[in-house]
């Protein structure tokens, strides 16, 4: 089974455009995992546009899924983790002023740093996830970091899927292959949706979590949460 993880960083960013708790994203969270949500997502940043660093020890101390937290390795993130202890860190290569994610990891040049930070991480108790672009040379340098995952940035996937959906995601079989044969656990996220969703894990059906967060919040405008979070898992197990 794929699991379903809410990104509520979206939830953050309308509750901070009016500077109240409206909405309160500890209420949402727990509202998503009452309609279906089998994990929770947050990604704060060194700015707080979105999630702030206070969010998370909020949630921490009531998400009863998984929690995951997704970020750059800094000294600050890597605090919050060690103060949390969520299910799961996600290791992002964000610099400071991305937009969103745009990339994954070059685990070839980073994997020094990254096995140190993985150890550190694993000594916590927290399971470790690596962002990581749909290409082969990738994949052996992450299991030598010690990761127990990675996770497939899936925005060329999302991009291509509609022009021509078996060629978006050929890359994603080839790589979700060998890291099934490295022994790495396989997340997926960034742009995944109603359209492309259930395709992905047809062809991938050994994913075990998907993070999606723009498109479902986007989605439960027109559709509402409850059920929004149900159409998502109901894509996952077509």
């Known amino acids: 089974?794929?699991?379903?993880?809410?990104?509520?960083?979206?939830?953050?960013?309308l509750r901070n455009a009016r500077g109240a708790n409206n909405p309160n994203v500890v209420k949402v969270a727990l509202?998503?995992?009452?309609?279906?949500?089998?994990?929770?997502?947050?990604?704060?940043?060194?700015?707080?546009?979105?999630?702030?660093?206070?969010?998370?020890?909020?949630?921490?101390?009531?998400?009863?899924t998984e929690f995951n937290i997704e970020g750059y390795p800094d000294q600050r993130f890597m605090q919050l983790i060690r103060e949390v202890?969520?299910?799961?860190?996600?290791l992002v290569p964000d610099p400071p002023n991305a937009i969103t994610s745009n990339t994954?990891?070059?685990?070839?040049?980073?994997?020094?740093?990254?096995?140190?930070?993985?150890?550190?991480?694993k000594?916590?108790?927290?399971?470790?996830?690596?962002?990581?672009?749909?290409?082969a040379k990738y994949f052996e340098p992450a299991r030598l970091t010690?990761?127990?995952?990675?996770?497939?940035?899936?925005?060329?996937?999302?991009?291509?899927?509609?022009?021509?959906?078996?060629?978006?995601?050929?890359?994603?079989?080839?790589?979700a292959h060998i890291a099934r044969e490295l022994g790495?656990?396989?997340?997926?996220?960034?742009?995944?949706?109603?359209?492309n969703l259930a395709y992905l894990k047809q062809q991938i059906p050994?994913?075990?979590e998907v993070s999606i967060g723009h498109a479902l919040i986007c989605d439960a405008l027109y559709y509402g949460l409850e059920n929004t979070i149900q159409m998502y898992r109901r894509q996952l197990e077509i």
């Open 85 to 90: 202890k969520p299910a799961q860190a996600t």
């Open 184 to 195: 790495l656990g396989l997340n997926a996220g960034h742009d995944l949706d109603l359209h």
């Open 146 to 175: 010690g990761t127990d995952r990675v996770e497939l940035y899936t925005e060329p996937y999302a991009s291509h899927y509609h022009q021509d959906r078996e060629k978006a995601v050929k890359p994603y079989l080839d790589v």
């Open 1 to 13: 089974m794929t699991k379903l993880s809410v990104n509520i960083n979206k939830i953050a960013t």
């Open 206 to 208: 050994f994913l075990e």
């Open 31 to 64: 509202d998503c995992e009452r309609f279906g949500a089998q994990g929770i997502t947050v990604h704060p940043r060194p700015d707080e546009r979105h999630i702030r660093y206070q969010d998370a020890v909020d949630l921490a101390k009531v998400v009863t």
């Open 123 to 135: 000594e916590i108790g927290t399971r470790v996830s690596i962002f990581i672009n749909p290409e």
């Open 104 to 121: 994954g990891w070059d685990t070839i040049a980073h994997q020094s740093m990254l096995k140190d930070i993985v150890a550190e991480l």
